[in-house]
């Protein structure tokens, strides 16, 4: 972007945008052959928002039951369908209960208008400034670091909210780090028990090593997917800058009137990303 732009939109009041370049959102499912196999996609929306967009993620949710139906039609139409989302501040947890659940409700209303399944949504991060260590044990070593497959679920943790934290995995270097896991949404009534399970049966589902890793699989498809979709958009740049898809953004007239030009997010992921506008049916992740 231009200067001449950056200043022009930091007078409209945009001053807290470093670029307009398009976010990357990775998605994915078990929709594969494997019911173990974890595959998805990407797309790209407007910068700086850590709001997904709902349009966007209706029509991914469509995609993904019409690919889970063509590869194992015996599960389509699933009753229960659990949703690991990343990257949410506290702040954020009521926007993702009603406006992205709706959207994903909307998504499978779209693919089936009497579908009506139930939903467990929870959220994963690591931004939190909570560190374990065994009580008593060892300083400064990494055998002061909590065993692998511990569960933290009392005494530290949120009242008003359904919280935990889990370390599945061993530290290979420093002090490991507990994700933090937040219930939002407990339709399916999933016992507390049962989802820790879950949860750390899916971080031993990488399949590339025969360790568990700290985030779960989907969850660390779905952020390779998201770099995969940067490095994508950063190399059609830097060859094909001319066939950037843009759009124009009006400014008022106050600030000069004149539109500036943007990257067209949907445009971008019309040409870049791999579900060929809802018609391809994946079967095979094409991450590491």
Same mark, same amino acid.
């Given at each position: 972007? %231009?200067?001449?732009?950056?200043?022009?939109?930091?007078?409209?009041?945009?001053?807290?945008?470093?670029?307009?370049?398009?976010?990357?959102?990775?998605?994915?499912?078990?929709?594969?052959?494997?019911?173990?196999?974890?595959?998805?996609?990407?797309?790209?929306? /407007?910068?700086?928002?850590?709001?997904?967009?709902?349009?966007?993620?209706?029509?991914?949710?469509?995609?993904?039951?019409?690919?889970? /139906?063509?590869?194992?039609?015996?599960?389509?139409?699933?009753?229960?369908?659990?949703?690991? %989302?990343? $990257?949410?501040?506290?702040?954020?947890?009521?926007?993702?209960?009603?406006?992205?659940? /709706?959207?994903?409700?909307?998504?499978?209303? /779209?693919?089936? !208008?009497?579908?009506?399944? %139930?939903?467990?949504?929870?959220? $994963?991060?690591?931004?939190?400034?909570?560190?374990?260590?065994?009580?008593?044990?060892?300083?400064?070593?990494?055998?002061?670091?909590? !065993?692998?497959?511990?569960?933290?679920?009392?005494?530290?943790?949120?009242?008003?909210?359904?919280?935990?934290?889990?370390? @599945?995995?061993?530290?290979?270097?420093?002090?490991?780090?507990?994700?933090?896991?937040?219930?939002?949404?407990?339709?399916?009534?999933?016992?507390?028990?049962?989802?820790?399970?879950?949860?750390?049966?899916?971080?031993?589902?990488?399949?590339?090593?025969?360790?568990?890793?700290?985030?779960?699989?989907?969850? #660390?498809?779905?952020?390779?997917?998201?770099?995969?979709?940067?490095?994508?958009?950063?190399?059609?740049?830097?060859?094909?800058?001319?066939?950037?898809?843009?759009?124009?953004? @009006?400014?008022?007239?106050?600030?000069?009137?004149?539109?500036?030009?943007?990257?067209? #997010?949907?445009?971008?992921?019309?040409?870049?990303?791999?579900?060929?506008?809802?018609?391809?049916?994946?079967?095979?992740?094409?991450?590491?």
């Amino acid at each position: 972007m %231009r200067a001449a732009d950056k200043r022009r939109l930091t007078a409209q009041g945009e001053n807290s945008l470093s670029s307009l370049e398009p976010s990357v959102v990775g998605i994915c499912a078990n929709m594969a052959d494997n019911p173990h196999a974890f595959v998805g996609d990407y797309f790209y929306q /407007e910068s700086r928002r850590e709001a997904l967009d709902m349009r966007q993620l209706a029509d991914r949710v469509s995609w993904i039951l019409r690919n889970l /139906e063509q590869r194992r039609s015996e599960h389509r139409r699933p009753p229960f369908i659990f949703i690991i %989302r990343d $990257g949410l501040s506290e702040g954020q947890f009521a926007m993702a209960c009603k406006e992205e659940l /709706e959207a994903i409700r909307m998504g499978c209303k /779209e693919y089936d !208008p009497s579908y009506r399944p %139930r939903f467990l949504l929870i959220v $994963g991060t690591k931004r939190h400034f909570k560190k374990f260590f065994i009580e008593n044990g060892p300083r400064l070593t990494d055998s002061a670091n909590l !065993p692998p497959g511990s569960v933290i679920d009392q005494q530290i943790v949120r009242a008003d909210l359904t919280e935990f934290y889990m370390q @599945p995995h061993v530290p290979l270097k420093g002090t490991g780090k507990a994700i933090e896991y937040a219930v939002l949404e407990n339709g399916v009534g999933i016992t507390m028990d049962e989802l820790q399970a879950f949860l750390m049966s899916l971080s031993y589902s990488h399949q590339i090593v025969n360790i568990a890793t700290s985030l779960t699989a989907p969850v #660390y498809q779905a952020h390779e997917l998201a770099k995969r979709g940067k490095n994508n958009f950063n190399a059609f740049r830097k060859f094909y800058r001319d066939n950037v898809p843009e759009r124009e953004l @009006p400014l008022p007239s106050a600030h000069g009137g004149t539109p500036i030009k943007i990257v067209d #997010y949907r445009g971008v992921t019309h040409l870049l990303a791999y579900w060929g506008n809802g018609t391809t049916i994946l079967s095979h992740r094409f991450t590491a």
